[in-house]
Structure formats: C-alpha cells, structure tokens
C-alpha cells in the first residue's frame, strides 16, 4: 500500500485492465450512434469456425481475419471476402469470412470467437456496405464514418456497457479483482 492509500499492484491492474478495454469505455461515440440501429436491422447469418490449431498451423493469425481472408481469396479465386459484424450481447464486433462456392460461410481465423454454438457456428452480421478498395483498405460506404476500421467495436448501448465495463475497472482499482478475473467477467 501506498502512502496515497492504493496499492500499487492494484494500479498496475486497473491500468491493465484499462488499457485493454479502453474501447468498452466512455461515453457513446458518434460512429456507435449512427451504426448501432443500422446494424440491429441486418440479416444474421451462421458462420463455421474452423479448428484454431488447424487454422493457425496453416499460417491464419489470430486478430487478422481481413488479412486471412485477403490471402485465402487471392490463392482460391473462387472462395469471395465478406465484411460484417460479430455479435455478443452487447457489441458488434468488424469481422471478415469466407463464402464459398457452395454458399456455405467460413471463418478461418484462429480462436476469433467465444460465441459458438452446439453446431460450431456463430452469428455474423452481414454488411454489404463494405467495399474493398485493394489490400489493406475497407471502406464503409454511406454516412459521415466511412471508415470503421478505425471503429471496429460497436458497442449496442453505449452508456450500459461503459457503466458495466467502468465498474470492472473500479473493483480492480481497489484490489478486488485481478485484470484477468474482471476480463473473464466480461466475456
């Protein structure tokens, strides 16, 4: 314990904690405002995951579904990149996958998701406002922020979430939580 009465294991924590969901935090976001509602009208779909050891051995990388989908369709012209949202209970998350000839959807990242269901599957939200404009670059046509790769969290109720997330940090702040245990709570 400090002199200024916090421990400073638990400040290391809270900053932990902080810096790996600053995204969850604050007020609503003017790109959260616009997305959200377009984003609950879109279709959902089911996605397969792949097997992450199977995927990661193939050299897919966890966190760069643009990047795997980008390399996987330019070795199999057949196979076409679509851009969308993951869903969780509270955000929407950007996200690419395959479709392939069949029509069936793909998801060849690694470890990308927690929410699979009983059938390995889980829900994507389709976007077809994306655009790819050559390797690297995603583009989100219509409205003021047509770029969310730099927004690539949506959160559902901005203000909900940010109260849940904050009071995580503040437990871990005070020493009642590791980072890693509020993490898991979260998730």
């Known amino acids: 314990m400090s002199d200024s009465g916090f421990d400073p294991a638990a400040l290391h924590e809270a900053a932990a904690f902080q810096s790996k969901h600053h995204a969850f935090m604050g007020p609503p976001r003017p790109w959260e405002t616009e997305l959200a509602p377009l984003l609950a009208q879109l279709p959902r779909v089911r996605v397969k995951a792949g097997e992450p050891r199977q995927l990661a051995a193939a050299g897919y990388m966890t966190g760069g579904c643009h990047a795997n989908c980008r390399r996987a369709t330019s070795a199999d012209p057949t196979l076409v990149q679509l851009v969308g949202w993951t869903e969780t209970p509270h955000v929407y998350h950007l996200h690419s996958v395959l479709r392939r000839p069949d029509g069936s959807l793909h998801c060849i990242t690694p470890g990308h998701t927690d929410e699979l269901g ?17 390797p690297g670059t995603l583009l989100r046509r219509g409205g003021e922020y047509a770029n969310p790769i730099m927004h690539a969290l949506i959160r559902k109720d901005p203000s909900a979430v940010a109260a849940r997330y904050e009071a995580l940090w503040e437990r871990v702040r005070q020493g009642e939580l590791t980072s890693e245990a509020a993490t898991q709570l979260v998730l």
Do not use: K, N, R
């Open 118 to 134: 009983d059938d390995g599957c889980f829900a994507f939200v389709v976007d077809e406002a994306f655009e790819l404009e050559g």
